[in-house]
């Protein structure tokens, strides 16, 4: 188990957030040079919005130990088996990437959100019901209230 900040409940509330929902793949994606936060925050809308195959996604950025952006994306799309190899040539453009399919997610959201504390942390997800945006802002209110005492 990931422990964000030898915090198991901080943790735990991410992974049953992804225990909500039925999902597809999980995909890894290295940039192969330094992006801005607003440029990877661009990209990953833009492949949500011009995919309409792509029911929804959670993405989290981290940085590799040379300091280059490295994405966890967990996403549902419409066809899991003529979604594989699109998702292949779309993430291809922007570095190297794996992408596998889902079969177990029960830790999948304590392994993605497992550098939550540090500072260049990002996060977003598309495509889930309206009422998810308030569970975020819940789990971002409470990441702070943990951190900022």
Do not use: A, C
Not at 136 to 143: A, G, Q, S, V
């Amino acid at each position: 188990m990931y422990l964000h900040n030898n915090n198991p409940t901080y943790n735990k509330n991410f992974n049953n957030l992804i225990l909500k929902y039925d999902w597809d793949f999980f995909i890894t994606l290295t940039y192969d040079t330094n992006r801005k936060s607003e440029t990877i925050r661009n990209h990953i809308e833009n492949i949500y919005n011009k995919n309409y195959w792509i029911e929804y996604l959670i993405w989290v950025k981290e940085y590799t130990k040379s300091q280059l952006p490295h994405l966890h994306i967990i996403m549902k799309t419409k066809n899991k088996k003529q979604s594989y190899k699109t998702l292949q040539k779309i993430f291809r453009k922007f570095g190297h990437s794996h992408i596998q399919y889902i079969d177990d997610r029960n830790t999948y959201g304590e392994y993605i959100f497992k550098n939550s504390y540090q500072d260049n942390f990002d996060w977003d997800m598309y495509g889930l019901q309206k009422t998810i945006e308030d569970e975020k802002e819940l789990l971002r209110t409470r990441y702070h209230q943990l951190f900022s005492n």
